[in-house]
């Protein structure tokens, strides 16, 4: 069964810092890792999307890797600013439909 | 592209009373997913329809929990009757054909109180 975790829980770090969040998960044959942000009181929006065959995708500041193999992926957000504090999820589908959703890490970048 | 628009924005009822939540997909999404959120369950996916038809409902908690989408541009989650246990965020989702490799697009949630 496919299980997916984000450590840590929380982060909170001065603005101005690069900084990496993680994932991982248990089974390597997925079909897709996606990054989504969640602010409070609003839904989740989509950051990046990584296929099984990727290594990784880039948005902006935003850099997301993929390593199957090792079953990790990392969120790379560099020169944190203060509108980046959101909870950062990631979610693994796999070969049928199916997300499996991790609890996701609340980041906080203090001014 | 006005998003998912969900409504109502939050909802407080009795319990024993009916729920219904409704969702605008985006235009052009053919694949549409109903999530629920707690804090201590985190995201469930409760059903998820692909070209209007629902391919897989495992999620619904019970009986009391239905969803339509009777046409490509609408769906409904109704709850009948409610109990406080369903308090959560309600969430609608929606992707591009088949959804394996799309993005999924968020709605804002609907935040349901049952008292």
């Known amino acids: 069964k496919q299980e997916v975790t984000q450590i840590p829980a929380a982060l909170s770090v001065p603005e101005g810092e690069n900084l990496v969040l993680n994932c991982s998960f248990t089974?390597?044959?997925?079909?897709?890792l996606q990054w989504f942000r969640q602010d409070p009181g609003k839904g989740l929006t989509s950051l990046l999307l990584?296929?099984?065959s990727q290594r990784e995708q880039t948005s902006g500041r935003l850099n997301a890797s993929l390593d199957k193999s090792s079953g990790r992926s990392t969120l790379y957000i560099a020169a944190s600013q203060p509108g980046d504090s959101a909870t950062y999820l990631c979610a693994v589908r796999q070969s049928n439909y199916q997300l499996i959703w991790g609890a996701g890490t609340k980041l906080i970048i203090k001014p | 592209d006005a998003g998912v628009i969900q409504s109502p924005r939050h909802e407080v009822t009795e319990m024993g009373q009916e729920v219904t939540l409704r969702c605008k997909p985006i235009?052009?999404?053919?694949?549409l997913f109903w999530y629920r959120q707690t804090m201590m369950r985190g995201l469930e996916l409760l059903i998820y329809f692909n070209n209007n038809v629902p391919i897989d409902d495992s999620g619904m908690p019970e009986d009391r929990f239905s969803a339509k989408m009777p046409n490509a541009s609408f769906s409904t989650l109704k709850i009948q009757p409610s109990e406080p246990r369903d308090s959560a965020v309600y969430f609608c989702a929606s992707s591009r054909a088949g959804g394996h490799n799309s993005p999924l697009h968020f709605g804002n949630g609907t935040r349901l109180t049952v008292t």
């Open positions: 235009s052009g999404h053919n694949s």
């Open positions: 990584i296929q099984s």
């Open positions: 089974d390597s044959a997925i079909y897709n």
